[in-house]
């Protein structure tokens, strides 16, 4: 059987136990353990070679990201965990105080969104913005959906930042670092600010169209106190907050401006940001941060088990790789005046698309994307870089991530409904971002 043919059932496969896991209540880790194998003896390879193109790709990961992934989140649980976040956000807020009309808290909502996305976790920060700024949209009677849409916005334009998951796992797919990624996604992140200034604008005229004003109600006041207050923490350490703060620019200076291989770096900060906070109880604060990685790095060597197989081809080239064959499938059906565009389409139908399939398809598509993109002179990083932070959008759209229901649930909004108003906002919120990248140039084809 064709490889290409092979590919889609596998891919099929796969994504049906995405869209039903809690159903067939078989978790995804071992799908992608087990499916590609058993594709893989149908491509015609024995348990030598199958065995060889994973061991090959899992020494590709783990050096391109694997151990960067491993400490980098060890050290941003920790930091996360003294309060250094938490003391920043809220300063912002002493700053502002009552001087805030409509357009103010939806800047200061795309603000803290930045700065809670430092760490690199979209719930985690859906779990520092949205406690802070959903009692000013509700004291301003602003529609709790924009606060979801703004953040989620401000998160995508951050996106690039090289210790994210989401990084991490694209470059994986393009067979690099996630530096160099991050570094081709930066332009993206930038494209994004035309979009959020147009958001304010469309939600502040729909805010003034229903209530007439965008400053606040008449009867009601904002207490300048209300929502300052930091929630004490079992390992929170207000007070080495400066000391973590430098301890945090000494590693951003270092990875972006002396390019210290990343896993030293985060290695070191790791050790020092526990040896200083928590000198009694270093080995509690090691365990609760190294047991998040866990999951993480089980789906990642999940992922090298897929990426192996469907990349998998003998080195004399007498077989194609399921990918290299599924790029020629596409070539024969895909009108030839799109085919170098084709990624191009995706990126722009990436909202509508992931509203009713999960994001992980397009994870698993970005080797199609490369190998046709490759056709026609086009590198891996310039193929998967307009994805890295447009992606994010369309994610917090869908009641397909589990992120989604975190967010809905701190807005105190049902999932549908937010996500029926969200998506076209979202959708053309992609679209204003490729046009922006389009117009200065940072969109290649």
């Given at each position: 059987?064709?490889?290409?043919?092979?590919?889609?059932?596998?891919?099929?496969?796969?994504?049906?136990?995405?869209?039903?896991?809690?159903?067939?209540?078989?978790?995804?880790?071992?799908?992608?353990?087990?499916?590609?194998?058993?594709?893989?003896?149908?491509?015609?390879?024995?348990?030598?070679?199958?065995?060889?193109?994973?061991?090959?790709?899992?020494?590709?990961?783990?050096?391109?990201?694997?151990?960067?992934?491993?400490?980098?989140?060890?050290?941003?649980?920790?930091?996360?965990?003294?309060?250094?976040?938490d003391?920043?956000?809220?300063?912002?807020?002493?700053?502002?105080?009552?001087?805030?009309?409509?357009?103010?808290?939806?800047?200061?909502?795309?603000?803290?969104?930045?700065?809670?996305?430092?760490?690199?976790?979209?719930?985690?920060?859906?779990?520092?913005?949205?406690?802070?700024?959903?009692?000013?949209?509700?004291?301003?009677?602003?529609?709790?959906?924009?606060?979801?849409?703004i953040?989620?916005?401000?998160?995508?334009?951050?996106?690039?930042?090289?210790?994210?998951?989401g990084?991490?796992?694209?470059?994986?797919?393009?067979?690099?670092?996630?530096?160099?990624?991050?570094?081709?996604?930066?332009?993206?992140?930038?494209?994004?600010?035309?979009?959020?200034?147009?958001?304010?604008?469309?939600?502040?005229?729909?805010?003034?169209?229903?209530?007439?004003?965008?400053?606040?109600?008449?009867?009601?006041?904002?207490?300048?106190?209300?929502?300052?207050?930091?929630?004490?923490?079992?390992?929170?350490?207000?007070?080495?907050?400066?000391?973590?703060?430098?301890?945090?620019?000494?590693?951003?200076?270092?990875?972006?401006?002396?390019?210290?291989?990343?896993?030293?770096?985060?290695?070191?900060?790791?050790?020092?940001?526990?040896?200083?906070?928590?000198?009694?109880?270093?080995?509690?604060?090691?365990?609760?941060?190294?047991?998040?990685?866990?999951?993480?790095?089980?789906?990642?060597?999940?992922i090298?088990?897929?990426?192996?197989?469907?990349?998998?081809a003998?080195?004399?080239?007498?077989?194609?790789?399921?990918?290299?064959?599924?790029?020629?499938?596409?070539?024969?059906?895909?009108?030839?005046?799109?085919?170098?565009?084709?990624?191009?389409?995706f990126?722009?139908?990436?909202?509508?698309?992931?509203?009713?399939?999960?994001?992980?398809?397009?994870n698993?598509?970005?080797?199609?994307?490369?190998?046709?993109?490759?056709a026609?002179?086009?590198?891996p990083?310039?193929?998967?870089?307009?994805?890295?932070?447009?992606?994010?959008?369309?994610?917090?759209?869908?009641?397909?991530?589990?992120?989604t229901?975190?967010?809905c649930?701190?807005i105190?909004?049902?999932?549908?409904?937010?996500?029926?108003?969200?998506?076209?906002?979202?959708?053309?919120?992609?679209?204003?971002?490729?046009?922006?990248?389009?117009?200065t140039?940072?969109l290649?084809?």
């Amino acid at each position: 059987m064709s490889p290409a043919i092979l590919a889609l059932i596998m891919l099929a496969i796969i994504v049906l136990f995405i869209l039903f896991e809690k159903q067939l209540k078989v978790p995804m880790n071992f799908v992608l353990f087990t499916v590609p194998v058993i594709f893989s003896f149908l491509m015609g390879y024995d348990l030598t070679q199958t065995s060889t193109f994973i061991l090959t790709q899992l020494s590709t990961v783990m050096n391109q990201t694997g151990y960067m992934l491993l400490f980098g989140l060890i050290y941003f649980v920790m930091l996360t965990e003294t309060g250094m976040f938490d003391v920043m956000v809220n300063a912002v807020m002493k700053r502002i105080g009552n001087r805030l009309n409509v357009i103010g808290v939806m800047i200061l909502t795309s603000v803290l969104g930045a700065i809670a996305y430092l760490t690199a976790n979209m719930s985690t920060t859906y779990l520092i913005v949205f406690p802070i700024v959903i009692p000013l949209y509700k004291k301003f009677k602003i529609d709790r959906d924009f606060a979801f849409i703004i953040c989620q916005t401000a998160v995508a334009a951050m996106c690039w930042l090289p210790w994210g998951i989401g990084v991490i796992m694209s470059a994986t797919m393009a067979g690099t670092n996630a530096e160099t990624l991050a570094q081709a996604s930066i332009p993206w992140g930038v494209c994004f600010i035309p979009a959020i200034i147009l958001q304010y604008v469309y939600f502040a005229w729909r805010h003034k169209k229903e209530h007439g004003s965008l400053g606040l109600p008449k009867d009601t006041q904002v207490q300048e106190s209300e929502n300052q207050a930091t929630q004490e923490k079992e390992f929170a350490r207000h007070d080495l907050f400066w000391i973590n703060f430098l301890i945090f620019i000494l590693v951003v200076v270092a990875l972006a401006v002396f390019k210290v291989p990343s896993y030293l770096v985060f290695i070191a900060a790791s050790m020092v940001t526990a040896l200083i906070n928590y000198p009694k109880n270093f080995g509690q604060i090691w365990n609760k941060a190294g047991m998040t990685f866990f999951n993480v790095l089980i789906m990642l060597l999940a992922i090298c088990f897929y990426l192996a197989i469907f990349n998998a081809a003998p080195e004399d080239g007498s077989k194609l790789s399921m990918v290299a064959s599924l790029a020629q499938l596409l070539e024969s059906i895909f009108p030839a005046f799109l085919l170098n565009y084709m990624h191009i389409v995706f990126l722009l139908l990436a909202v509508p698309i992931i509203y009713f399939v999960p994001y992980q398809l397009y994870n698993a598509l970005y080797p199609l994307f490369i190998s046709v993109g490759a056709a026609f002179g086009l590198s891996p990083i310039a193929i998967i870089a307009p994805f890295v932070c447009n992606l994010a959008l369309a994610t917090s759209v869908t009641p397909m991530n589990s992120a989604t229901f975190v967010g809905c649930s701190l807005i105190e909004r049902e999932v549908g409904p937010y996500t029926r108003q969200a998506a076209p906002i979202m959708f053309v919120t992609n679209l204003i971002v490729v046009l922006t990248a389009l117009l200065t140039g940072v969109l290649q084809f």
